[in-house]
């Protein structure tokens, strides 16, 4: 039941954002370039730039559980085992 609560929650997200998108690049027609350092892109529209930026972010934020696994963190030891203490009573 969880789970499908959070499918539903990722799916409105989801098309939340796609849907701003969709009304911000019809009432934004120009185009525009990207310039990060001596790099300059071609002129896009605003709304093409945004699709690209969010389909890119959505296919890195896929990978990031696969960086930050929590079964490859080590498992908590114990200085003994908690089984030999049960064999420390008294009968």
């Given at each position: 039941?969880?789970?499908?609560?959070?499918?539903?929650?990722?799916?409105?997200?989801?098309?939340?954002w796609v849907g701003?998108?969709?009304?911000?690049?019809?009432?934004?027609?120009i185009?525009?370039?990207?310039?990060?350092?001596?790099w300059?892109?071609?002129?896009?529209?605003?709304?093409?730039?945004?699709?690209?930026?969010?389909?890119?972010?959505?296919?890195?934020?896929?990978?990031?559980?696969?960086?930050?696994n929590?079964?490859?963190?080590?498992k908590?030891r114990?200085?003994?085992?908690?089984?030999?203490?049960?064999?420390?009573f008294?009968?």
């Amino acid at each position: 039941m969880l789970k499908l609560l959070t499918n539903v929650m990722v799916a409105v997200v989801i098309a939340f954002w796609v849907g701003a998108i969709a009304i911000f690049s019809i009432q934004n027609v120009i185009t525009v370039s990207l310039k990060f350092l001596f790099w300059e892109s071609i002129k896009l529209p605003v709304g093409v730039l945004l699709s690209f930026c969010l389909g890119g972010g959505f296919v890195v934020g896929s990978f990031l559980p696969f960086l930050f696994n929590p079964s490859k963190r080590k498992k908590k030891r114990y200085l003994n085992d908690p089984k030999d203490d049960l064999n420390n009573f008294d009968n």
